[in-house]
């Protein structure tokens, strides 16, 4: 039955996207790859609007020569895409404005919501495609009702990234590996003889950041404004480069010393331009135990209040939660057990169990009616 359907992948040039195209090829689907170019280093513009060019290879060379080796092993066709233009305009221009409001973005959300799911699926359907496929460490349920759900493997699961996806592109998605575990698609690209990718390092970070340090990137787009580093009453201990450059829970890059216990971030007053920092990693101006979430995707059932979990950050573990609805986007959560570093401009992600049930950026941080200074 699968024979007649079509299936477009995004062959990344990694071992997912690899072992992705090895179990849909089992499953009897006609399969193409499409390796997506995002980022152009000829686009790079400096503060001023300048072009900007880094001394930097771009690794999605090298990554889309392996694509084309796995292709060729694979017997699969593959074809380059360029969506250079909508990254840009839609993700990174995204993600200097939300550093532009002193907050700590999430571009790998943005970039499945309106590149890997929203371009690529459009390019997909007039290639005729019936569905696209990623290597996603996720699942889905088709049926009876279209469901996002955790990958099986705990420690590489990315339902995370992936809260903002409608319906309507879950209903045409499939993760071919978001049931196995990263040791056994390294098994089977090994299997296959994918010398290319079975052992090849998992990519981190921000495509367009690669291995550059994060704050010189970021200081050819966005103006550095150094100020004071503070504590909660108002004694100044240092200085910083500028607030957009840190965020809540950082220890590192602070140039503060001195005995005792280490210093973090525990906010930013914007209007002064000031770095709010305290001893100690487990110092209570950190927690929280409300937030205000906007933005919001909703994949569950309907509801006006809801038990569940919340994940505030991609590695952290779930937290007992309330979620209310204040209006169609908005949310109110309350989590008596308290969680630590919940910073705005990241995304707060709502669990029942392995189901996803949507997800929103956090807004507002409170403990108990104490606004955050975040």
């Keep these: 039955m699968n024979k007649k359907k079509k299936v477009i992948l995004g062959l990344s040039g990694g071992v997912d996207s690899a072992v ?3 179990l849909l090829l089992r499953q009897g689907y006609e399969v193409e790859g499409v390796f997506m170019r995002n980022w152009d280093s000829s ?5 001023l609007g300048n072009p900007h060019i880094y001394d930097e290879v ?24 360029d969506f250079v233009e909508e990254y840009w305009s839609k993700v990174f221009v995204h993600f200097l404005e939300e550093y ?15 590149i890997k799911f929203k371009s690529f699926l459009e390019a997909a359907e007039n290639m005729g495609a019936d569905y696209i496929a990623m290597g996603h460490y996720a699942r889905v349920a088709h049926h009876p ?31 071919p590996i978001g049931g196995l575990h990263k040791y056994e698609v390294r ?13 090849k390092k998992d990519s981190t970070g921000v495509c367009f950041i690669g291995e550059r340090k994060f704050r010189e990137f970021l200081k050819n787009y966005l103006p550095a404004q150094p100020g004071d580093i503070e504590t909660l009453d108002g ?34 007053d914007a ?39 919340v994940k505030f950050r991609y590695r952290s573990k779930d937290i007992e939660a309330t979620a209310r609805k204040i209006e169609n986007n908005k949310l109110e959560v309350f989590y008596p057990g308290k969680a630590k570093s919940v910073t705005p401009g990241q995304a707060a992600v709502f669990y029942l169990g392995d189901e996803v049930l949507g997800g929103g950026t956090i807004e507002e941080v409170y403990m108990n009616d104490e606004r955050r200074q975040y």
């Design 235 to 268: 004694a100044k201990v240092g200085r910083h480069e500028g607030t957009m450059y840190y965020t809540i829970g950082q220890r590192h890059g602070l140039g503060l010393g001195g005995a005792g216990e280490p210093w973090y971030v525990l906010g930013k």
């Design 20 to 22: 992705a195209a090895i």
């Design 187 to 199: 098994a089977i690209a090994a299997e296959h003889n994918l010398e290319s990718v079975a052992t």
């Design 58 to 81: 771009c690794p999605q060379e090298a990554d889309y020569i392996d694509a084309m080796k796995v292709a060729e092993k694979l017997n699969i066709k593959l074809r380059r895409i």
């Design 271 to 309: 209007a002064r331009n000031a770095l709010i920092v305290g001893r100690g990693s487990n110092h209570e101006y950190l927690y929280s135990n409300r937030a205000i979430i906007d933005d919001v995707n909703w994949l569950g059932p309907e509801f006006s209040e809801i038990c569940c979990t």
């Design 100 to 114: 532009k409001r002193n907050r700590t973005p999430n571009p790998d959300i943005v970039c499945n919501s309106e």
């Design 43 to 47: 686009l790079n513009r400096d503060i």
């Design 145 to 175: 009702e279209v469901k996002l759900l955790r990958g099986v493997d705990a420690n590489k699961d990315q339902s995370y990234f992936l809260c903002q996806l409608t319906k309507e592109q879950l209903r045409k998605t499939l993760f």
